[in-house]
């Protein structure tokens, strides 16, 4: 990167320790924490959406609808993450270029050969030409989409949850005066549902950054694929050669996520008091003689 | 707007046309000298050299991905990428769900590495996951510690989980040779496999052929021993 970096091996104690921190494979782990904050912010309010989705379902009074939600929430709570994340990308990876295959390509026949997964080239997503950085979207999209599918079904449990535990007396006043069922969910339920939904979801956030070194199993490189490749031992053969590291890259993740935790915890204590404001829960309560 | 649409549409039969000619090699990028990821971030090696040349003879656009060597052979049969070139050893086992091009590393020994020379190799003895050395420790009588990178199952022996590992000797070799001393050989060399070819799915004969001639061009002309000469060091056997 600099010109005094040009011959690693002929430099030593500061210039080395810079050089080697500003090398390319050290940018790209720098880069890597920005997938990971990226990858929780487009996951989160995904998984909420499909929570959201899901709890609303389960609530319907039409049956269909209603054993489609619950049963979203049941089988995919059941399942084990790494089986999900390890089988369900590859089926859903085959079967979007199956669906494509069906639309582009002239020869229709199956496409799962014995072991084998054959479909024209044109089918391919993204094509086999395309820029590595399509490929690297494409990854990084499948997971964004599983990650919101696992963690939406344990949304959809606790808004359920959260929806039935909001007075009910609240919901009939409400119709008494008049409202409809539209109006009931928008204007009474759905607003005060948050604060009986908060812990759990500030459980899910939490374990949802834990869960994010899963994205390697989905082939996008995050920043505990780099800390371990950066850290491992390094022969003649690289620039850069040092003995095992591992132990301080891995120590400066967990510096990472426990600060990461710590500023979650407290935006979601703030959010917690700001949700009970006016509420009629203990935390109401505690705020209403706070204020008093 | 028509001809926007017919311009849309010849480009994306243009692009449809080029795909076919990009080949993507799949390559693990953790095994040094054979593949691994230099400080710039880029996947760099033998087989770097190797697989430039290839394409560059067999006159096809390549393109590098780097993936985990557990899913190696399940990626290729989906079509994530079409060769794998991450100094795989040619056994019947894998020949019978992949196909492999004609060697263009002869086959090696395999070795221990331990950090004693009394080092008992009946003990625990870490090898990669699925690799024939991991095989061999299995059957050897040995209690097998399989580690999903190389690093990990050299670090093993560092830390004493295990007593030796067992993996290609040509990967060993640059290790001990900078371990001062702490490292080294136990027991005799074992040769195992076919030597190194590239993975390909079983329905691709025609890239299989291309690929064929290639290394076999490399073989003749000797730029092939030049590369193994310029990454292993002189000792290593040659073809």
């Known amino acids: 990167m600099f010109a005094a970096c040009a011959d690693p091996k002929a430099i030593e104690g500061l210039t080395w320790a810079a050089c080697y921190l500003t090398s390319g494979k050290h940018i790209d782990f720098y880069l890597s924490f920005a997938?990971?904050?990226?990858?929780?912010?487009?996951?989160?309010?995904?998984?909420?959406?499909?929570?959201?989705?899901?709890?609303?379902?389960?609530?319907?009074?039409?049956?269909?609808?209603?054993?489609?939600?619950?049963?979203?929430?049941?089988?995919?709570?059941?399942?084990?993450?790494?089986?999900?994340?390890?089988?369900?990308?590859?089926?859903?990876?085959?079967?979007?270029?199956?669906?494509?295959?069906?639309?582009?390509?002239?020869?229709?026949?199956?496409?799962?050969?014995?072991l084998e997964f054959r479909v024209c080239q044109e089918a391919k997503v993204p094509l086999g030409a395309s820029s590595a950085i399509w490929h690297q979207a494409y990854g990084f999209a499948l997971a964004v989409f599983t990650f919101a599918i696992v963690f939406g079904a344990f949304a959809a449990n606790v808004l359920y949850g959260a929806m039935g535990a909001v007075p009910k007396a609240q919901l009939e006043t409400a119709e008494a005066y008049g409202m409809s069922q539209a109006q009931v969910f928008r204007r009474i339920l759905v607003p005060q549902m948050w604060v009986y939904a908060l812990p759990g979801l500030s459980n899910l956030w939490m374990i949802l950054i834990k869960a994010t070194p899963l994205l390697f199993l989905l082939?996008?490189?995050?920043?505990?694929?780099?800390?371990?490749?950066?850290?491992?031992?390094?022969?003649?053969?690289?620039e850069y050669p040092h003995p095992d590291w591992r132990l301080w890259y891995f120590l400066g993740l967990l510096v990472f996520y426990l600060c990461f935790?710590?500023?979650?915890?407290?935006?979601?204590?703030?959010?917690?008091?700001?949700?009970?404001?006016?509420?009629?829960?203990?935390g109401g309560e505690a705020l209403r003689k706070a204020a008093a | 707007m028509k001809k926007l649409l017919l311009a849309t549409a010849l480009t994306a039969l243009a692009g449809a046309a080029m795909a076919q000619d990009v080949v993507r090699l799949?390559?693990?990028?953790?095994?040094?000298?054979?593949?691994?990821?230099?400080?710039?971030?880029?996947?760099?090696?033998?087989?770097?050299?190797?697989?430039?040349?290839?394409?560059?003879?067999?006159?096809?656009?390549?393109?590098?991905?780097?993936?985990?060597?557990?899913?190696?052979?399940?990626?290729?049969?989906?079509?994530?990428?079409?060769?794998i070139i991450a100094g795989m050893s040619i056994t019947d086992e894998r020949d019978e769900v992949i196909d492999f091009s004609q060697n263009y590393f002869p086959p090696a020994a395999s070795a221990y590495v331990a950090l004693a020379a009394d080092a008992d190799l009946k003990g625990v003895v870490s090898a990669q996951v699925s690799?024939?050395?991991?095989?061999?420790?299995?059957?050897?009588?040995?209690?097998?510690?399989?580690?999903?990178?190389?690093?990990?199952?050299?670090?093993?022996?560092?830390?004493?989980?295990?007593?030796?590992?067992?993996?290609?000797?040509?990967?060993?070799?640059?290790?001990?040779?900078?371990?001062?001393?702490?490292?080294?050989?136990?027991?005799?060399?074992?040769?195992?496999?076919?030597?190194?070819?590239?993975?390909?799915?079983?329905?691709?004969?025609?890239?299989?052929?291309?690929?064929?001639?290639?290394?076999?061009?490399?073989?003749?002309?000797?730029?092939?021993?030049?590369?193994?000469?310029?990454?292993?060091?002189?000792?290593?056997?040659?073809?």
Not at chain 1, 219 to 238: F, H, M, N, P
Not at chain 2, 30 to 58: M, Q, T
Not at chain 2, 185 to 214: H, I
């Open chain 2, 131 to 239: 690799t024939i050395q991991a095989g061999y420790v299995a059957e050897s009588g040995a209690t097998l510690l399989e580690f999903a990178t190389p690093d990990e199952t050299i670090a093993a022996v560092r830390n004493g989980e295990a007593v030796a590992v067992f993996a290609d000797k040509d990967f060993l070799a640059p290790i001990v040779a900078e371990s001062n001393g702490e490292l080294m050989f136990v027991g005799e060399p074992v040769q195992l496999g076919g030597g190194v070819g590239l993975g390909l799915r079983e329905s691709d004969t025609e890239l299989k052929e291309k690929l064929n001639a290639a290394i076999q061009s490399m073989k003749d002309d000797g730029s092939l021993n030049a590369l193994i000469e310029k990454h292993f060091g002189p000792e290593t056997a040659k073809f």
């Open chain 2, 26 to 83: 799949g390559t693990e990028g953790a095994y040094p000298p054979f593949n691994f990821i230099n400080d710039a971030g880029e996947i760099a090696g033998f087989e770097r050299d190797v697989g430039d040349e290839l394409c560059k003879r067999a006159e096809l656009t390549c393109e590098w991905v780097t993936n985990e060597w557990d899913s190696i052979i399940p990626n290729l049969q989906s079509g994530n990428y079409d060769v």
């Open chain 1, 261 to 282: 935790t710590k500023v979650s915890e407290v935006v979601l204590a703030r959010l917690s008091a700001r949700l009970s404001r006016g509420q009629a829960t203990a």
């Open chain 1, 219 to 238: 082939g996008v490189k995050d920043i505990v694929y780099w800390a371990r490749e950066l850290g491992g031992s390094k022969t003649q053969a690289y």
């Open chain 1, 35 to 114: 997938t990971v904050l990226l990858l929780l912010a487009i996951t989160a309010p995904t998984a909420l959406a499909m929570g959201f989705a899901g709890a609303t379902a389960a609530r319907s009074r039409f049956l269909p609808l209603s054993l489609l939600g619950k049963g979203y929430a049941a089988i995919v709570r059941g399942v084990p993450d790494i089986v999900f994340f390890l089988f369900f990308v590859i089926a859903l990876d085959q079967g979007i270029e199956y669906l494509k295959s069906l639309a582009v390509c002239d020869d229709h026949s199956w496409p799962w050969q014995g």
